[in-house]
């Protein structure tokens, strides 16, 4: 069974950085899109951003140009660089796992941005 679990989450300042991680076991990492999703309280969950095995990329525009998605196929592990945060980013930021669609989820980390 895939497991992920996701670390790096915090709270920070608007306009500061965070790097989240996400490392994967029991799977053929370099053959699954990963990706990030997130979920604000109230709100719908949101797709972030996501990675093809290939390293194709893909963004919500709310983040396009502050965010990176990358992989580390040695590390079993994929990461969201999140820089230039703004308080509309806090929410709880899901890593998932996607083989086939069969999707597989992380527990969530949270990110809060305030002052």
């Known amino acids: 069974q895939v497991q992920l679990v996701e670390s790096g989450g915090g709270l920070v300042q608007p306009g500061g950085s965070l790097r989240l991680s996400c490392a994967a076991s029991r799977i053929i990492f370099s053959s699954y899109a990963m990706g990030w999703y997130r979920q604000a309280p109230g709100k719908q969950r949101e797709l972030v951003a996501q990675i093809t095995s290939g390293s194709t990329t893909r963004y919500a525009d709310s983040v396009k140009g502050r965010f990176t998605i990358s992989r580390d196929n040695a590390k079993n592990s994929v990461y969201l660089q999140m820089n230039s945060l703004k308080p509309e980013d806090t929410a709880s930021y899901y890593c998932?796992?996607?083989?086939?669609?069969?999707?597989?989820w992380g527990q969530g980390t949270q990110v809060t941005v305030s002052s």
């Open positions: 998932y796992a996607n083989a086939g669609g069969v999707i597989t």
